[in-house]
């Protein structure tokens, strides 16, 4: 038996390779020197977080990234879906069949992920919670185990969903279905994002790059020149490809390598179909960019969430689903290694090493 297992949140080994663009000389009438760059690196949502400001003093910028890192550890700490947190008070409420109020911004959280899940036809279903957990990707000491068959059999016998969950005017919220447990493991680093461009923004920042373990949005440029970026090889620790990414730009990236265990040679990633149950085998990356324009003041999480529904929906599908999306710009590794790439997307891509697209699609 060969076995292997990976720490559930270890996104900072895999996820996206962050390429900086090479130095940049600016050129000033009355000066010269080097360019203004700073750089802060934290660990939140169990994954390595970097976060670059070009063009500011430093003290200034430092301020603004420490704002930024904060309310991503406060995120994390209110939506950890196992350990204390907001909630997980809610899924206990939801398990014993009880009515729970919920804050706004929670609230809101919802509303627009029971969104994507419907527009998506539930591939992408933040309500799964206890599925996840049955694989064993809940816990802060993975185990590498396959789940309970009686437990995984009842599941798809009656299958839960964020759509079950209603909430009332007065953002009181009640389950038709107890086993429900809200994950939003897979739409909360997108939701950062979002919030992160607004804080940097709001304290005069236009130019930075904010990566929280390969979901990254750019805002302005470095110094000049685009802000440039890797995307994972799925298999290799390299670069798949590069790309430059402009202002307001986001890329998400749903890949089998990200949380993952391998037993009696099959791997079992943390990517579940809300369907059968168990992780697809179909697909070993995707990676989403999504323009600012496609929906204002969602780019982060449309990046972050809809990467997943591309990922399930496997060979035959993921180019339908891509349109009934709105996502324009797709590249998929397919089980084999083979490269798939909409055409939209391809004129941004320069390929590395070997990597080569097996099929560009329309």
């Known amino acids: 038996m060969f076995l292997r297992s990976r720490q559930p949140y270890a996104g900072f080994i ?7 663009a090479f130095a940049t000389l600016l050129s000033l009438a009355a000066c010269s020197g080097p360019p203004l760059l700073s750089k802060r690196e934290s660990f939140v949502f169990g994954t390595r977080v970097e976060v670059l400001v070009a063009g500011t003093e430093e003290a200034t ?3 603004a990234i420490a704002a930024v890192l904060a309310d991503f550890d406060a995120l994390h700490h209110a939506y950890h879906p196992w350990q204390a947190s907001q909630l997980a008070e809610v899924n206990t409420a939801i398990a014993a069949g009880k009515a729970i109020a919920v804050n706004a911004e929670m609230a809101g959280f919802i509303v627009d992920a029971q969104d994507f899940t419907r527009r998506s036809h539930g591939l992408f279903d933040p309500g799964i919670g206890r599925l996840v957990a049955l694989w064993g990707f809940q816990t802060d000491e993975f ?21 079950h969950v209603r909430l009332d005017d007065k953002r009181r919220l009640v389950s038709t279905h107890r086993g429900v447990a809200l994950d939003f493991g897979g739409y909360l680093k997108g939701v950062a994002l979002d919030r992160a461009a607004e804080k940097l923004k709001a ?21 000049g020149r685009p802000w440039k970026i890797g995307i994972q090889h799925p298999r290799l620790p390299d670069a798949l490809a590069i790309l430059n990414l402009y202002d307001g730009e986001a890329i998400g990236t749903s890949g089998d390598y990200q949380r993952y265990f391998e037993l009696d040679d099959r791997r079992y990633s943390h990517l579940l179909d809300p369907a059968s149950g168990e992780p697809v085998t179909h697909t070993q990356a995707v990676t989403v960019l999504i323009s600012p324009l496609e929906e204002p003041g969602k780019t982060g999480r449309r990046s972050d969430a809809l990467s997943k529904p591309l990922f399930l929906a ?46 560009i699609l329309p």
């Not at 895999?14 to 900086?20: E, K, P, R, S």
């Not at 304290?203 to 805002?219: E, P, Q, S």
């Not at 599908?317 to 083979?338: C, F, I, M, P, T």
Request: with cysteine; glycine share 10%; aromatic share 6%.
């Open 14 to 20: 895999a996820g996206f390779l962050l390429f900086c």
């Open 61 to 63: 910028a430092q301020a």
């Open 143 to 163: 185990v590498t185990r396959l789940p309970d068959e009686k437990a995984l059999n009842d599941w798809r016998r009656n299958p839960a969903s964020i759509t």
């Open 203 to 223: 304290t005069g920042i236009h130019n930075a790059l904010i990566n929280i373990g390969g979901n990254v949005m750019a805002l302005g440029d470095k110094n």
């Open 314 to 359: 496997g060979a035959d599908n993921w180019r339908e689903v891509a349109r009934e999306l709105g996502v324009s710009h797709v590249l998929r590794v397919d089980a084999n290694g083979n490269i798939e790439v909409s055409a939209d997307f391809m004129p941004r891509l320069t390929f590395t090493g070997e990597s080569k697209p097996a099929r």
